[in-house]
């Protein structure tokens, strides 16, 4: 397992940093749900729920790729 430390502001919620990492990382296909929910201290289930309020499909569409089925189906 690899380690980063990250300096940051104290007034900065650690918990919505994590979280905002673990999203990316797991959009990129670089760690799994279950890893990325590992990350934030979060079941996979919560982490999946939790997901797409920050605009990550879980399953791989994007917001756009969703807007643009609903524009064809006008």
């Known amino acids: 397992m690899k380690t980063l430390t990250i300096n940051l502001p104290?007034?900065?919620?650690l918990s919505?940093?994590?979280?905002?990492i673990a999203v990316s990382l797991f959009e990129k296909g670089i760690l799994s749900s279950g890893q990325a929910a590992e990350l934030v201290d979060l079941s996979r289930r919560a982490f999946l729920e939790e997901v797409g309020d920050y605009g990550v499909?879980?399953?791989?569409?994007?917001?756009?790729?969703?807007?643009?089925?609903?524009?064809?189906?006008r």
């Open 16 to 20: 919505k940093v994590k979280m905002i």
């Open 57 to 73: 499909s879980i399953f791989g569409e994007t917001v756009d790729d969703i807007n643009k089925v609903g524009d064809l189906s």
């Open 10 to 13: 104290e007034e900065t919620e």
